[in-house]
């Protein structure tokens, strides 16, 4: 039985990710889940006007997106609570630079992409920022055959309808795969 | 110790969606995870301009998000695996409309958006299709408390890197709060 729930995203879960910006000369890094895949090296950013953020991405047209792991996960959410107008979130992780230079991006989290802002488009209430990957790193640790293994990365998930961070779950199957014994039924 | 993978992206794992089209008069069905969070309202998707579903999405200016859930994972792939130029879509699903009328959803799915086009931006080699959500319909079954629970849909979660599919995990906290207790050492 359907029922109707008026105009709800249920565009869940997302990935939570820390943006990284030069903000004012320092460092920022500030929680956003309502990110998006535009194509291969592409993805964007949904950022409400009012974040401290903005600007510094306006200003020096770079972002960082880092992966913080479950174990980051207070620290994760502190830095959605708390604006960089008030509190100083660099000194919560150690920064480090890429090529791009005014991206910074954090050390603890496993993975870190630094993006050139290619296009913003107008939200009412929302600057959509969206970037080209210029480069990703990543810790060893992580890596599986050479490959980003997420049960290693061990990301949070978002999901805005509770408002809750949730784990990873298991790998169920093979992408372009586990439906070719259907394709062959048919 | 950090390592350079290039120009990859890891913004993962994505929730896999079935995006519901009218193409050439009949409802048709493509896997898509490339989507994004514009803003509360607003999503987008990352679409290949190769695909037979964006003319559909073109023409009528609606589509439909659908979210299957892991039982539904081989079904999910083949419609990733077989174009609808090929194959006929339709009938894998039970198609049911709502007010827009031209945007198909599938019973099947335990959540669906219905949405309208309201803005293209044009990449390379894809079409990055912006929709507002006109309304959200989804099986009672899933509901708890009235609120959408992702531990009762079960979606299906993808993850480019190694092209695979993910159950969701635990819950593991509550946002815009776990972090309160950082917030209060500061």
New interface residues.
């Given amino acids: 039985?359907?029922?109707?729930?008026?105009?709800?995203?249920?565009?869940?879960?997302?990935?939570t990710?820390l943006v990284g910006a030069l903000v004012k000369g320092k460092p920022n890094y500030l929680t956003i889940?309502?990110?998006?895949?535009?194509?291969?090296?592409?993805?964007?950013l949904?950022m409400?006007k009012g974040h401290y953020t903005n600007q510094g991405i306006k200003d020096h047209k770079t972002f960082s997106?880092n992966?913080p792991s479950?174990k980051l996960?207070?620290?994760?959410?502190?830095?959605?609570?708390?604006s960089g107008m008030t509190?100083d979130k660099a000194d919560i992780f150690k920064t480090?630079y890429g090529a791009l230079e005014t991206a910074p991006m954090i050390?603890e989290c496993a993975?870190?992409?630094e993006c050139e802002l290619i296009?913003t488009?107008d939200?009412?209430?929302?600057d959509?920022f969206?970037g080209?990957?210029?480069?990703?790193?990543?810790?060893?640790?992580v890596?599986?055959d050479g490959?980003?293994?997420?049960d290693k990365v061990q990301?949070?998930?978002?999901?805005?309808?509770?408002?809750?961070?949730?784990?990873?779950?298991?790998?169920?199957?093979?992408?372009?795969?586990?439906?070719?014994?259907?394709?062959n039924k048919?």
């Fill in positions: 039985m359907k029922v109707k729930l008026g105009i709800k995203n249920c565009l869940y879960p997302m990935p990710t889940a309502h990110v998006g895949i535009m194509d291969l090296t592409s993805v964007s949904g409400n997106i992966l479950v996960v207070k620290e994760t959410d502190y830095c959605g609570l708390n509190k480090f050390e993975v870190n992409m296009k488009v939200f009412p209430k929302h959509i969206v080209r990957i210029a480069e990703t790193y990543c810790d060893e640790a890596l599986t490959n980003v293994d997420f990301p949070i998930l978002f999901v805005m309808n509770d408002r809750s961070y949730w784990k990873i779950g298991e790998k169920i199957g093979k992408a372009w795969s586990i439906g070719k014994e259907l394709t048919k």
